[in-house]
């Protein structure tokens, strides 16, 4: 028997991911929080078009409907890793930081909203820990923060 995630493939983003990839950040953050992000979302479709999708280290996460989630990581860890709220729960974003942690196995650090539960939960149940809380001044939604690190 085959499960959901079975079914989803792992692959490095490509430039004509732009689109989807865009559609699943945005959709994930307008589900998410209740403020607005720092920028509209055509800039965003063009950060992701023009920053996102050319890195080296971008991966999204690919069913039979499309791109489902992404992750974007730079030198020092996971800097976006964002899931379709449709695909939540389904183990995606667990393959996604394996994907991670075996790229950095020295170890990782992210950032999240301190009011994402959620996200918090997820990360901790993966051997993230809080090394820092912030009060929003370091990021342009200026919201305050939690800076997790995972050390192997």
């Known amino acids: 028997m085959t499960s959901a995630t079975d079914k989803i493939i792992l692959r490095r983003a490509q430039p004509r991911d732009a689109k989807a990839i865009a559609d699943v950040y945005l959709r994930s ?59 939540h729960g389904r183990g995606i974003g667990g393959r996604l930081v394996e994907v991670a942690k075996e790229s950095r196995p020295y170890g990782l650090q992210l950032y999240t909203f301190q009011v994402n539960e959620r996200a918090r939960r997820f990360y901790e149940h993966h051997g993230f820990v809080v090394a820092a809380l912030g009060d929003g001044a370091g990021n342009e939604e200026h919201q305050p923060d939690v800076l997790y690190h995972w050390r192997p």
């Open 29 to 87: 953050f307008h589900a998410t929080y209740d403020f607005p992000l720092a920028h509209s979302d055509d800039e965003v479709r063009v950060w992701i078009a023009e920053d996102v999708v050319t890195r080296s280290d971008t991966w999204v996460a690919e069913a039979d409907d499309g791109i489902v989630a992404m992750m974007a990581l730079d030198e020092a860890g996971i800097d976006q890793l964002y899931v379709d709220p449709a695909w």
